[in-house]
């Protein structure tokens, strides 16, 4: 069950109430109408990625540009450039790499969402004095957020780069180990405090009146990777961060209807089924990260992609899949049958492969694009990563709420 903004929708408390009702079937209770929160529609956005966690893999020039180059993650491009110099060189980056247009061009193509990923070290308090984290972020958190909530979108928001890192070798964490630390108390800790603030910050401050999600933590180790880890997290960390968003919240005075939805990685991704110490599960949803390109059950050709996509993956219920993107296996991409680049014939099946997947995971909450920008990955803008660029070259339609009509699934 998902709740929308009613900003998204233009209308005032009364009207909405009144329109929820009318689309409702009559056998069906009527949800609570919020402030924050309205039942109607799935989910399509996009993700903010690079902006607040740059990965140097999507923004190369962007990254060479701030002074990063030949560095992986933020952390080793802040040792590098000194604290006072990256501090100003991602400043750079914060004020450029998404503008109000952009925020008005998401909301153009139909879609509804963004989810943005933050590392916790935008809460700076948090970092301790021998880490590298770039410092002053939040006013730009601040300022993207109020252009979401000023143009309607709904918005998740991902604690994306946890204490310590969360998974190994990943330059989202913000900094690539191949031991992730964040399995300790003292980590953990740092996370909860992450959360509890920014259930504050939601809550009170006006700039974020449309963020109606809070990702506790994305995509953690995997079982397979180390299950120490991962059953550890899963027993420690998860009901807790439950614990601590509620508790805030209850000391907030916060009505049930305008609580967050808390969302954790689904159990699909490998971590282990997040409910399983969950004791209260009122307003839960779950992430779900589906890229074809890492499936080998997807094949090596057009047919057997679009059959995978339609056949092989059906969202759990109240799943969002968080990230997803166009881009098929490296062996295959650059292929005279796959290549986007002097390939015009091409193009049409990437639409086809998009809208098969968005009706695919239309059948649950809905969709959140990775990335809506990039710059500069495999020595060109691959639009198969980008929205931005992918509606601009025509593979994407133009209007994402009629995406799923399309679906050849
Ligand atoms: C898993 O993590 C634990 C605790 O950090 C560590 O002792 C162990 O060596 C790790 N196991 C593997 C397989 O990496
Ligand atoms: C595509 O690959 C599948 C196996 O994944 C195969 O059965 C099929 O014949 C292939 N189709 C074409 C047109 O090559
Ligand atoms: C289509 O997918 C099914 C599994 O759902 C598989 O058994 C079949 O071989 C696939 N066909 C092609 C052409 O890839």
Redesign the pocket.
């Known amino acids: 069950m998902l709740y929308y903004s009613l900003a998204a929708l233009g209308l005032t408390l009364a009207t909405a109430s009144t329109a929820i009702a009318s689309t409702l079937p009559i056998t069906e209770v009527a949800p609570p109408v919020s402030r924050r929160w309205l039942r109607d529609d799935k989910v399509r956005g996009v993700n903010l990625g690079s902006l607040f966690i740059v990965e140097e893999w999507l923004a190369k020039d962007e990254w060479a540009s701030m002074g990063c180059k030949g560095v992986y993650d933020e952390w080793s491009c802040v040792k590098k450039l000194g604290q006072e110099a990256a501090d100003a060189a991602f400043e750079k980056h914060w004020k450029s790499w998404v503008s109000k247009s952009d925020i008005d061009e998401i909301v153009s193509y139909g879609l509804n969402t963004i989810r943005i990923p933050v590392g916790f070290w935008i809460k700076e308090d948090l970092v301790y004095s021998d880490e590298y984290y770039p410092r002053g972020g939040l006013k730009y958190l601040d300022r993207v957020v109020g252009w979401a909530s000023d143009a309607g979108l709904y918005v998740i928001m991902d604690l994306h780069g946890g204490p310590g890192s969360q998974a190994p070798n990943e330059e989202f964490t913000g900094r690539s180990t191949a031991?992730p630390g964040f399995?300790t108390d003292a980590n953990y800790e740092r996370a909860l405090k992450f959360l509890e603030w920014m259930t504050e910050r939601i809550h009170t401050n006006n700039a974020y009146r449309t963020v109606g999600m809070l990702e506790i933590i994305n995509e953690p180790i995997k079982r397979r990777?180390?299950a120490?880890?991962a059953d550890d997290m899963q027993k420690r960390f998860y009901p807790a961060a439950w614990d601590r968003i509620r508790n805030r919240e209850k000391k907030l005075g916060i009505a049930k209807k305008d609580l967050l939805h808390i969302q954790y990685m689904g159990s699909n991704w490998g971590s282990g089924h997040p409910e399983k110490y969950l004791t209260d599960t009122t307003f839960l949803y779950f992430d779900d990260h589906v890229y074809w390109k890492f499936d080998t059950r997807s094949g090596k050709n057009k047919t057997s992609y679009i059959n995978a996509t339609c056949s092989l993956y059906r969202p759990e219920a109240d799943v969002i899949v968080g990230e997803f993107s166009l881009s098929v296996a490296s062996a295959l991409q650059n292929t005279p049958e796959f290549a986007i680049q002097g390939h015009p014939e091409n193009k049409a099946w990437y639409t086809d492969y998009f809208a098969a997947q968005v009706s695919i995971y239309e059948r649950s909450g809905g969709w959140v694009f990775w990335n809506w920008k990039c710059n500069w990955i495999n020595q060109f803008n691959d639009w198969r990563w980008c929205y931005q660029t992918a509606v601009r070259a025509g593979a994407i339609p133009k209007d994402a709420s009629k995406v799923a009509s399309l679906s050849p699934c």
């Open positions: 031991v399995f990777v180390n120490t880890n």
